[in-house]
Each structure stands twice: as C-alpha cells, then as structure tokens.
C-alpha cells in the first residue's frame, strides 16, 4: 500500500534560519506529491504540488523537488518568518490501476515553530 | 465563492449518540472526502465519493455511514457514538483525480468530542 514517512517533529526555529522537513514515500504507480500547511485552528492549504518525477513546487518561499530515484519529496524554505509557523502535511495521491480516485495518504504532519 | 463548508464548527456528545455532520462546496467539485485527523497520526480517509450517489469505504470506514444525495453536499454519519471517534473532522473536494486537477480543497473543520 501507499505510504508516508515526515520527519519527526516539532521543529523549532529561530527567525531568518533555514528550513528542511524531510518527506519519503512507499506507492505504486506514479504519484503526484504534495505539500499541505494547516495554520492554527484552521483546515489545510495546498501549499505546494509536483505531479512527475524532477518537478519542482514552489509557494510563497518554499519549494520541494519529486526525486522519484529516492523516493522523496523534501521541503525547504531558505529563511523561515513567524507567520510560518503551523503545521505541514506531506502527502501523495497515487491512481495506480484507475482506482485511486485521487485519495490522499498523508504523513502525520510536523508541527513548525518559528521564534522572533 | 465559500469554498468547502462545515457544519457545525464544534459538538460534544455522549455515548451512544447520533449525529450528521455537513459538508457543502460551491465549487461543482465530483469528488468529495471525508478525514479524521488525529494527533500523530495525520488525516486518515474515512469515506469518500466520486459522484452523486456514489459513496466508498476509506481507510478507517467502520462506525460511520455517509450519503451523497446532492452533487454539493456530502454527509457524515455517527450512528451510535464512542469516544474512540472523538477527532478532528475535515471535508475536501477536488475537481478531478487526474494529476493535473487533483488538488483538494478542504474545509474548516468539526471538532466533535465524544464523553
């Protein structure tokens, strides 16, 4: 089955500093890959998606690169702010066979806390 | 344009229970979802549906029923409630499962807490 692995959390950062979460994945078939940003008390946001192998997302800073040679989808922001602080979901929809019907199986989230 | 919507915003039951939870979008969005989310754990699929009157069973299926009798609304039932399904609960839709369309789009929230 589908799976994926986050980094464990929580992160703490200071101001200005750099960000990775790391994100790995098990699917079949080839999936599109994504990342999801759930801020305090509100549902998720797309932040950013790649759909093929060596497609890069990018969103308001962050970006995160389909490496399908080692199954990875990692995110990064090279100067984190305060308003980054939330919680971020890597997650993957994979239609192997035509019966996926584009569920998503997310990783369980690493919580971002970023200090003035 | 609203966007995925959720009522309600909070319920606290007892034991045994019923309850529906509503999903709505405005957005003529196929495919409908629904998650629990649960510390640690992430969002898991409880049911989903690809079309009016269509449903299917998700990841984690069992004590909960839903029906999608309208293109725009998809509902979740609690039938007899147990603290085991006290979570976070999240509608999305998406457009497509087609890689180029399949972002889903999800709603606020339900906090239902089970006693």
């Known amino acids: 089955g589908n799976s994926v692995t986050q980094m464990e959390g929580p992160v703490t950062l200071s101001e200005e500093a750099f960000l990775t979460i790391n994100c790995t994945y098990t699917a079949t078939g080839y999936p599109s890959l994504f990342w999801y940003v759930q801020y305090p008390g509100e549902g998720l946001q797309l932040l950013l998606k790649a759909t093929k192998a060596d497609d890069k997302g990018s969103n308001k800073g962050f970006e995160a690169t389909y490496r399908k040679e080692t199954t990875s989808f990692h995110l990064e922001k090279g100067s984190v702010q305060v308003s980054d602080s939330a919680v971020y979901f890597c997650a993957l929809s994979s239609n192997a066979g035509g019966t996926s019907y584009g569920k998503l199986t997310f990783g369980q989230g690493t919580i971002l806390t970023v200090h003035p | ?115």
């Open chain 2, 1 to 115: 344009n609203a966007g995925v919507t959720q009522t309600p915003k909070f319920r606290v039951l007892k034991t045994g229970q019923s309850m529906t939870l509503l999903c709505a979008q405005d957005m003529n969005h196929e495919y409908m979802y629904w998650y629990r989310q649960d510390p640690g754990m992430g969002l898991r699929l409880i049911h989903y549906s690809v079309g009016e009157g269509t449903t299917a069973k998700g990841e984690v299926p069992d004590g909960y029923n839903v029906s999608r009798l309208k293109k725009q609304n998809f509902l979740l039932g609690l039938e007899s409630a147990a603290p085991s399904q006290t979570s976070v609960y999240f509608c999305a839709s998406s457009y497509s499962w087609d890689r180029l369309y399949n972002e889903q789009f999800f709603g606020p929230g339900t906090r239902l807490t089970v006693l």
